[in-house]
């Protein structure tokens, strides 16, 4: 099984700044990753898939980016709304064992 | 517009069985998987497995296979998610999710309890 691991667990950021949100792979998944913002009592969002493309709506202050094992997401200006948990996802196998990390929590400083 | 819908919250007693759905609605739900993701009070998210509503081919997470059964009708645009035998450690938020890989349309979530 492919292990997802996010770092940090809890982010905690001010309105306005950016924010760094990264993603290792255990072993090489190309590009066949995914990101998704959770707000509380509520579904996933998709952000991201391949890694950098941004899902329909996605404002341009998020950007994703790596290859193979490391991945970020990032957040130029953080907007009040952009305060939620964050997960990444592989997609790499099949038959499907797809694995999500266990998220970064990204909170008001 | 593409819409998953589920059933509602679940209250049930450790042994007893569970199905809930997930009916979709704005696309040919025969022709794209439908997939299930757990989530456990205050935890991560757990993709269990999927289903292929035009031939009922399904695929499972190796940590759900044998504990759950994935369907879908489609002459009623309905995915399902059972148990035979609930255990307490059942108790979570389920979402279904269109897709096969990536999952860009969610239901809004059954919420299963399970007392022991």
């Known amino acids: 099984e492919i292990v997802m691991t996010q770092s940090p667990a809890t982010l905690s950021v001010s309105p306005g700044e950016r924010a760094t949100l990264s993603c290792r792979a255990s072993?090489?998944?190309?590009?066949?990753l995914a990101w998704y913002q959770q707000k509380p009592g509520l579904a996933p969002r998709l952000l991201f898939t391949?890694?950098?493309t941004r899902a329909t709506g996605v404002p341009a202050r998020f950007s994703g980016s790596g290859t193979g094992t490391d991945f970020t997401l990032t957040i130029s200006s953080l907007q009040p709304e952009d305060f939620a948990t964050y997960y990444c996802?592989?997609?790499?196998?099949?038959?499907?064992?797809?694995?999500f990390g266990q998220g970064t929590k990204l909170e008001v400083k | 517009e593409v819409l998953l819908v589920q059933s509602g919250a679940e209250v049930k007693r450790a042994g007893e069985t569970l199905r809930i759905s997930c009916e979709v609605s704005?696309?040919?739900?025969?022709?794209?998987?439908i997939s299930w993701v757990r989530q456990m009070p205050g935890k991560g998210l757990e993709w269990m497995g999927m289903?292929?509503?035009?031939?009922?081919?399904?695929r499972y997470s190796p940590s759900f296979e044998g504990q759950v059964t994935i369907s879908a009708d489609k002459s009623i645009d309905t995915a399902f998610l059972q148990w035979r035998s609930l255990k307490a450690s059942d108790t979570a938020i389920y979402y279904c999710?269109?897709?096969?890989?990536?999952?860009?349309?969610w239901g809004q979530g059954t919420l299963v309890i399970v007392s022991s």
């Open positions: 391949g890694a950098s």
């Open positions: 704005g696309y040919t739900f025969k022709n794209s998987w």
């Open positions: 072993r090489d998944i190309g590009k066949n």
């Open positions: 999710a269109r897709g096969a890989d990536t999952y860009g349309f």
């Open positions: 289903v292929y509503p035009g031939d009922s081919e399904t």
């Open positions: 996802q592989q997609y790499n196998n099949w038959p499907p064992r797809h694995t």
